[in-house]
């Protein structure tokens, strides 16, 4: 079968940032098996994780085989590349467990379950690693590795520079870890290449040198450029910490706000990293965009993308509808289909006001706003703006400042939306 050309796809979207001699000719010679490491500190993945994934996603796409390698041998070291400190270690259970959620993440974007020849594979290295003895390992693969070769990496030079509290021998011995997995990878899946970040340069190109100077066979090496933000912070940290796909830890409605709040500048290479839109789809985009930036035809389109695929057609359209809420003109009923997290996190930074709840049947509009809450200071003013029509309660105009409150009137059974004028919420708990 003709095979698309995959270095030619990712080379186009922005994917690539090192690629060594001979890795496309063996892409166009064969149906090609490539490995990416994923590390299992957590049950699930992060946006930072997506970059790799899509790129396993696009060579499935191209008709090659990929294969995620969970890292539960390596992630009970911990990779010293970009890091200024040691990690914590894991236990096998939480390995597991972390194992099983992130490949459920991984189902929605790559064909694990086909009988198609390029079905793609997870394996965990702590298989082949757990019972391999120590003197095994330090006489089969640790006499094929100078350590003068060890200490001419980057990563490795960095701790030995006075970057952090300098270096264990357990980091040390990563890159060999790491290696030993591309070899056994190379012999048994007949996997000729590693992807990974442009900071994995180092422990990939160990890999292929070990195969070479082991088997006396090539092997081949792909990196992507590290995501940052155009203004140079980190790519997909908040301050509320990293974006999650698993709606547990990120709710869609956040993971969706986080893909619409992206500037000009990072939604042109975001689209092209992170979504399967065609080069002419994507570049028609742009130049819409760039015919009316205000219309953020581009975010839209990006968190539209991002939120289907990483969720769902449904739970995107309730981030949507969502967002509608705060910022245009959405109605009552699509108030009190919010869940309650979705809720409290539209109307996050807004004033809030308690209220018992056997307080609030029967009570005048009124009094809620002039007298258990400072939202008018006075019943005066409040009755002059609800006679003007400034007022709604739950997206609905109140239209009478006497109106009795009841209990039917609670979203998810707990909350009430007061709007006074365009922009300004509250929000009441009732307890």
């Not at 995620?68 to 390995?95: C, H, W, Y």
């Not at 400034?390 to 409150?405: F, H, I, R, Y």
Request: aromatic share 10%.
């Amino acid at each position: 079968m003709a095979l698309k050309n995959f270095v030619e796809e990712l080379q186009w979207r922005g994917m690539i940032h090192t690629i060594m001699p001979g890795t496309e000719e063996q892409l166009q010679k064969e149906m090609t098996t490539a490995y990416v490491g994923i590390d299992p500190t957590a049950d699930s993945l992060h946006i930072g994780h997506l970059v790799s994934v899509m790129i396993l996603k696009h060579f499935q796409m191209c008709g090659h085989r990929p294969i995620a390698l969970v890292g539960g041998a390596t992630g009970m070291i911990g990779d010293p590349s970009g890091k200024s400190q040691e990690r914590n270690l894991l236990d096998e259970q939480t390995l597991r467990h972390n194992q099983e959620a992130i490949k459920r993440q991984l189902s929605k974007l790559l064909d694990f379950e086909s009988d198609a020849p390029n079905a793609a594979l997870l394996v965990n290295n702590y298989d082949w690693m757990k019972d391999f003895s120590f003197l095994d390992f330090i006489r089969d693969i640790g006499k094929m590795i100078t350590v003068n070769y060890m200490m001419a990496k980057d990563s490795v030079k960095k701790r030995f520079n006075g970057e952090g509290e300098g270096m264990s021998f357990t980091e040390f011995t990563y890159q060999l870890v790491q290696g030993y997995d591309f070899l056994h990878l190379f012999e048994t899946k007949n996997c000729k290449i590693q992807l990974g970040g442009a900071d994995q340069w180092g422990n990939i190109t160990t890999g292929t040198e070990l195969i070479r100077r082991k088997l006396g066979k090539e092997a081949y090496a792909m990196t992507c450029p590290l995501i940052t933000k155009a203004d140079g912070t980190k790519f997909g940290k908040t301050e509320s910490g990293n974006v999650w796909l698993d709606p547990r830890y990120t709710s869609p409605y956040k993971f969706y706000q986080f893909w619409l709040n992206t500037s000009d500048e990072d939604a042109k290479r975001y689209i092209k990293i992170f979504t399967l839109l065609d080069r002419e789809t994507i570049e028609n985009l742009i130049a819409e965009h760039e015919q009316a930036p205000h219309l953020r035809v581009l975010q839209k389109a990006l968190a539209r993308e991002v939120t289907v695929m990483i969720h769902s057609q449904e739970e995107y359209e309730k981030a949507v509808e969502a967002s509608n809420i705060l910022f245009g003109g959405a109605t009552s009923e699509a108030l009190h289909k919010l869940d309650e997290q979705t809720l409290l996190q539209v109307f996050e930074g807004v004033p809030q006001y308690k209220i018992a709840r056997t307080e609030l049947a029967g009570m005048p509009f009124i009094d809620l706003c002039a007298a258990k809450s400072d939202i008018f200071p006075s019943k005066g003013e409040c009755r002059k703006m609800v006679q003007g029509g400034g007022v709604s309660l739950n997206k609905e105009k109140v239209t009478d400042p006497m109106q009795a409150l009841q209990e039917s009137d609670l979203i998810a059974g707990k909350y009430l939306l007061v709007q006074k004028g365009k922009k300004n919420y509250y929000l009441i708990i009732a307890e």
